[in-house]
């Protein structure tokens, strides 16, 4: 069973616009959650993180958002830009496990 | 600086016969971890050093696999008497400390083709 679901497989967007992508997990035991970015041919670069004590974190055009009720958080992205095409993984870990779990991806992709 | 190297980037072999995976972590980081990318799936965690702690090796698939880290800073993933299904991305990953909260830096990878 997954316990990190990205629903949509993959989300078009047009540039300037705001892409938004979602994760959903089912493990209450999960504190920390974090967004890779990966392009092809390449391992995936981290983008920004959230612990479970805060509900929003930002980083310049990104921001993350947690909604622990929910079990739920999304990465925003505004402005899109068209180098921001490409697949982006949710990933979250708890407790004393070292290894993180990943959402199987979700490709952006940014049209001029 | 240096980042996660891994080598080699692509490698082809039979049904059957014995593969060695190398990693160099980012000098400095304790923590190293192993995973793997199949076709259209997420990352699957395989296995995890922490300093001169026992690995965790609860995502290891089966027996045919194995790794080891020397020294704490290379590691070599091998897999014996691969199988087909063993075709997939093999990821390997560093951290400046283990724990749920280190960001993770990631190697390229090494794309595994079982024939």
């Known amino acids: 069973d997954q316990q990190v679901k990205q629903n949509s497989p993959s989300l078009s967007v047009q540039e300037g616009r705001i892409s938004i992508l979602n994760c959903d997990y089912t493990n209450s035991m999960f504190d920390y959650f974090l967004w890779y970015k990966k392009y092809p041919a390449e391992g995936p670069t981290f983008l920004i993180s959230?612990?479970?004590?805060?509900d929003k974190n930002e980083d310049g055009r990104f921001t993350v958002f947690l909604n622990k009720s929910a079990k739920h958080l999304s990465l925003h992205i505004v402005p899109s830009q068209p180098g921001d095409s490409a697949v982006y993984f949710c990933?979250?870990?708890?407790?004393?496990?070292?290894?993180?779990?990943f959402g199987k991806g979700t490709k952006l992709s940014v049209k001029p | 600086g240096a980042g996660v190297s891994q080598s080699p980037s692509n490698k082809v072999t039979e049904k059957g016969k014995d593969v060695e995976l190398r990693c160099d972590p980012i000098?400095?980081?304790?923590?190293l971890y192993w995973y793997r990318q199949s076709l259209g799936q997420g990352l699957e965690f395989l296995i995890y050093f922490q300093g001169n702690s026992a690995p965790d090796k609860s995502g290891l698939p089966s027996d045919r696999f194995s790794a080891e880290r020397t020294g704490g800073s290379v590691s070599t993933l091998t897999i014996q008497r691969t199988q087909q299904e063993d075709s997939a991305v093999y990821l390997c990953a560093s951290s400046s400390s283990g724990g749920s909260s280190y960001e993770q830096y990631f190697g390229p990878g090494t794309r595994l083709t079982v024939t």
């Open positions: 000098s400095g980081h304790t923590a």
């Open positions: 959230i612990s479970s004590i805060k």
């Open positions: 990933a979250a870990s708890g407790g004393s496990q070292g290894n993180l779990i």
